[in-house]
Structures are given as structure tokens and as C-alpha cells.
């Protein structure tokens, strides 16, 4: 037998150096090694034969190999863990690598220090430490002190219950994540203290000793002790004794607030306000946001269908000064030019067939705020003039009316077409266009952008999943690659009615090809026309969108119009349109 192997192999847990992530290894009090584990062995590249009775400081050549430093030796002097230390060190192979060194020292019935327990950690690989670890309570008291060691300088939290789902053990790091002392909840219900997202569904405990699957690394919320949300990923596995007999299960979870942090520090670095992009062409965009939101000066928005115009007016409003004002938008094209002049500047009692009562316009409406004029080459010539006459004077008339009424409104318009050669072509007056484009920016369109395809499919998984309370979803590698290799005509909405779309007929986590409308699957190549000679695939796509949640809900238009975030009557305009009534 090994020297000292009974500290891993006389243990109820059989194979624990296979379970752990971390390198854990037992040094004697003059500080020879006397046990490594496999952990220990990948990650400094000896096995553990060729480093028995060896000092730790000749396999761990590191600056930390000093009295002052060395977290074994400081554990020996103090008589307590030294913790959090973290030394880069030289592997077998002479690769230099970051470890994350804990040391505790054990001790006999008499005080006197037994072994030094150090466990280290490779930082480079802390993403997927832990996720697979399964343990088993000790039976005899000494054992329990010995994993006890080992289990208080781990970072997860661990905890054990028995077959009644009672709290039977929490280490360290637990107490740490939750807020709760061990001695607090030993006895009571995991459910009644960890307040997950999963007890009342897919709980991993419940499902681990009901004799289903192993669960690991399954993402979800509990709450603290102060009833803060915490996001956590957990694994579980069953716990027995020695001989086989259950005693319970034990589940382990990793504190996701740093990731999520800097995942959401990540996002913001790509994202302005609902703007997704991290393309050289989106940082213009959202650069050009920012220095012209301060200002007052009009901004014209150029850009394909789909492509965001909507998002980017808003994002210059609710950055500017005017942000807590009114932002009101207009779409030039949805209406008749005698309605759309009352609809803009308001119009008075009597002032044509139908105008019962006086009402105030649009333009009235965003008084202080901002004006969003979508569509704006859709504007008639007599509206245009009208139009440059506000830009100019920052005054109007209503409908019916001479008298001229001051507004302080900040105009952003938009248009899908080329606005330069409508001048050029006489459809629209070039004075108005100048006093519209004092700032022109222009959103690529997504085909050009196809990096940023990712971030958007994460951005609109996450706020479909959100919406719907259900559990997170992914795309396969095969279904990104469908997206990848799709020319988008309609652009970013586009893709967001395809994955939302998916979302609805996917009913596990792993969004596939075939779950995306029929453009979409063929191995990734779109069945479509090319984009030039295909200007419907939007609205197909939308259609299908709505046909797919109808499905979905048997013909409950309130689900449906709920599952599509959106009014039951603009469902019903859309099956109106669709002939889907």
C-alpha cells in the first residue's frame, strides 16, 4: 500500500481524487507528499508515483517555496488554513501556470497537526471546476474531519441531504454563497432554504434519487439569506456508504454572479440600450448615438427593413436630455395624406368632413420630447412643405386653423430608401432633406454584419426564455450555422421572428435546424430566392411566426398573442392580414 493512501482509499467515498477538480494533495508535517490525486496529476503533469516522499517544493517550483510565502508551511507555523493564495508555478513539462492554493492543516485527538491537506487550482481552468464532483458523507469521525479539511478550502458550495430531502451537511463555501450557518439548517427541508428555481419542476436532487439522470451543471437562481437572487449553476449525484447503501445526495453549486457580471459588462461593451453589435460598423452606430444624443440636432436614419431604425431613435431620445419628455413616432407611410396631417399637426372642430372635436397632434403630443418620423420618403409634397416650414420656425398650425402654435420638439426620421436620389429625382425637396440630415446615420444591414449574429441570437434567446418563464435554451452548432450562412432580408427582425419562432416548437434546451421556418432548413442554405428578387421572406416569416404560437396554444389567441409579446389586437391585425381568420 501507498504511504498514506488510506487518507483517499479507506474513505466511503471510493475514487474521490476522480471526483474533485481541484488538485489535492497530503503532505506529512516535515512536508513530504504522501498522497496526490489524478487532479494533481494533469494538472502538474507527475504521476503520483514519481512524486511519493518527495518534498512539495521540489515538484512545485514556484517563488511561493518560501517560509514567508508557502501556504504549507504557513499553515504549519499558524495552526490554521491558508487560504486564497494564489502563485504561479512550473509543471513537469516547464509550462508556467496560475494556481489558487488553499492549505489546512488536520489534526489527532491530542492537537497535535496529523497532515497538511493543499488543494490547488488551475485558474486557467476554473470555468469547468467542480461541475462533475460527486461525495459521500464520512461514517467515522476522524474520516468526517478529513473531508471536512478538504471540503472547506473548495470555492463551490456543497451540501448533503438525506432520502426526506433534509439538510444533512454545508461547507464552507456554502454558508459563504447563502448567507446561513450549517448548524442553522441541518435538519430542514433543501427546498425550504435554497428557494431554487428548480424545486418546484426539475429539481436535481429529486431527480437523482428518484433514479433519473445525473444532473450537472444545470443554471439556475436560489436565494439568500437577505432574499437575494443568486445565479448558480449546480450539479447531482447520489451519495452512498461504503457498501453500497443510499444515504442521500449531494449537489454542488457554483456562484455565477462574477460570470453573469462580467458577461452583462461584456454585453454592454456590445450593446446600446436593445442595439446588439460588436461589428466596426455597429460601433460607429452606436459611437454617432452617442455624441449626437446631447445635442438638439435633427438626425435622418438610413437603413434596411429590419435593421433597428425604430431602436436607434430610441436610443438617441432616452440618452438625450429630453429622455424623461414624450417619444412619440409616426409612420409616414400607414396613413392617407389628409389623416396624416391631422395625425402630425392636430386640427380643429369642423376643419374637414369628419373632424367632430378638436385634437391635438403629434407634434403637441412630443412637446419636449422627441418626434420619431419613420418612413419619411413616404411623406406627400404639400406634408414635405409643411414640414420644413415647423424645421424652420419651430411653429405649426392645426388642421382648420391660423393660428401658429410654438413647440420645442427634437425631430429623428427614418427611411428605407435612398433618400439622395429622391431629391435628385425630384420626390422630395432637397431643402427639407438637409434640414433633416444635419446628422445621417446609417445602419448596415445584417448580412454584413455577420459576426454580430451570436449576440443577437443570445440577446433574443434570453428575452424569449424570460418572457416565457421557461428554462434556457441553445442553439446547436448545426442550427448557428444555418443562421450563419442565411443572406437575411429583413434583418435583425428577421432573425428575431425565426428564433422566436423556434422557441415556440422547441420543447427542450437545444434549439435544432428544424425547429426554424422552412427557409431555414436546409442544411443551412436558405430555400429562398436571392435577396434582390425576394422582398416577402419577412412577412412569410412573421406569418409563420404566428401560425407556429397559434398551433402552439390550440387556438388560444391570448396565449398566443402572450407567448409573441404582444396585444391581442395587434395578433388579430396580423391574422387579418395573413387571412389567418
Not at 269 to 298: C, H, R, W
Not at 445 to 466: A, G, K, S, W, Y
Not at 480 to 494: E, H
Amino acid at each position: 500500500m501507498k504511504p498514506d493512501s488510506h487518507i483517499f482509499n479507506n474513505t466511503p467515498i471510493p475514487h474521490l481524487n476522480d471526483l474533485l477538480a481541484d488538485g489535492v494533495m497530503t503532505l506529512a508535517p516535515d512536508l513530504r507528499i504522501l498522497a496526490f490525486n489524478h487532479a494533481a496529476e494533469r494538472i502538474m503533469g507527475y504521476r503520483e508515483e514519481e512524486v511519493l516522499n518527495r518534498r512539495c517544493s521540489e515538484i512545485f517550483q514556484s517563488e511561493a517555496c518560501t517560509e514567508e510565502k508557502c501556504p504549507a508551511m504557513q499553515a504549519l507555523k499558524n495552526r490554521k488554513p491558508s487560504v486564497h493564495e494564489c502563485y504561479t508555478v512550473r509543471t513537469k513539462e516547464g509550462q508556467t501556470i496560475p494556481l489558487y492554493i488553499n492549505a489546512v492543516p488536520t489534526f489527532d485527538d491530542q492537537g497535535h497537526i496529523l497532515h497538511i491537506v493543499q488543494t490547488f487550482r488551475n485558474l486557467l481552468e476554473m470555468k469547468d471546476v467542480f461541475m462533475n464532483m460527486r461525495r459521500m458523507i464520512h461514517e467515522s469521525q476522524r474520516e468526517h474531519k478529513q473531508l471536512k479539511a478538504i471540503l472547506s478550502s473548495i470555492a463551490d458550495g456543497v451540501f448533503t441531504v438525506d432520502e426526506q430531502f433534509r439538510v444533512t451537511s454545508l461547507n464552507q463555501a456554502g454558508e459563504r454563497i447563502t448567507g446561513y450557518k450549517e448548524e442553522e439548517i441541518l435538519g430542514k427541508e433543501c427546498a425550504a432554504i435554497f428557494r431554487s428555481t428548480l424545486c418546484k419542476g426539475e429539481c436535481p436532487v429529486r431527480n437523482v434519487l428518484e433514479g433519473r439522470e445525473i444532473i450537472a451543471r444545470c443554471e439556475c437562481t436560489i436565494l439568500n439569506r437577505n432574499h437575494e437572487v443568486i445565479p448558480v449553476s449546480v450539479s447531482a449525484a447520489l451519495l452512498r456508504t461504503a457498501d453500497g447503501k443510499l444515504m442521500g445526495a449531494v449537489e454542488t453549486f457554483q456562484d455565477l454572479s462574477l460570470i453573469q457580471h462580467l458577461s452583462n459588462e461584456l454585453q454592454e461593451k456590445y450593446a446600446f440600450g436593445n442595439i446588439i453589435g460588436k461589428t466596426p460598423g455597429m460601433q460607429e452606430v452606436y459611437s454617432l448615438i452617442t455624441d449626437v444624443a446631447p445635442t438638439d440636432a435633427n438626425v435622418l436614419i438610413c437603413g434596411e427593413t429590419g435593421t433597428g431604425k425604430d431602436l436607434a431613435a430610441r436610443a438617441i431620445h432616452y440618452n438625450s436630455p429630453r429622455r424623461e419628455k414624450p417619444f412619440i413616432s409616426v409612420n409616414c407611410a400607414a396613413l392617407a395624406e389628409t389623416l396624416l396631417e391631422s395625425e402630425l399637426f392636430g386640427q380643429v372642430k369642423g376643419a374637414y368632413t369628419n373632424a367632430i372635436r378638436d385634437r391635438e397632434g403629434r407634434i403637441g403630443k412630443a412637446e419636449g420630447g422627441t418626434l420619431f418620423l419613420d418612413e419619411i420618403a413616404e411623406l406627400a409634397p404639400r406634408l414635405q412643405a409643411k414640414l420644413l416650414k415647423f424645421l424652420e420656425k419651430r411653429e405649426y398650425e392645426r388642421v382648420g386653423e391660423s393660428i401658429s402654435r410654438k413647440a420645442d420638439v427634437r425631430i429623428v426620421a427614418a427611411t428605407n430608401k435612398k433618400l439622395a436620389e429622391l431629391v435628385e429625382s425630384g420626390e422630395f425637396r432637397s431643402d427639407l432633406f438637409y434640414r433633416l440630415s444635419v446628422v445621417a446615420i446609417h445602419l448596415p444591414p445584417l448580412r454584413n454584419r455577420v459576426e454580430d449574429i451570436p449576440l443577437l441570437v443570445d440577446h433574443f434567446l434570453q428575452r424569449f426564455c424570460d418572457e416565457k418563464k421557461s428554462s434556457p435554451k441553445t442553439l446547436t452548432t448545426e442550427a448557428l450555422n444555418a443562421l450563419l450562412d442565411y443572406p437575411w432580408p429583413g434583418n435583425v427582425r428577421q432573425l428575431e421572428n425565426v428564433l422566436s419562432y423556434a422557441t415556440i416548437r422547441c420543447t427542450g434546451k437545444r434549439v435544432l435546424s428544424q425547429h426554424f421556418p422552412p427557409e431555414l432548413q436546409t442544411g443551412g442554405k436558405p430555400i429562398l430566392q436571392p435577396y434582390e428578387k425576394n422582398r416577402f421572406s419577412l412577412a412569410e416569416t412573421e406569418k409563420q411566426v404566428i401560425e407556429a404560437a397559434l398551433k402552439e396554444y390550440n387556438g388560444n389567441r391570448r396565449a398566443a398573442a402572450d407567448a409573441l409579446n404582444m396585444s391581442r389586437a395587434s395578433l388579430w391585425r396580423r391574422m387579418k392580414k395573413f387571412r389567418l381568420l
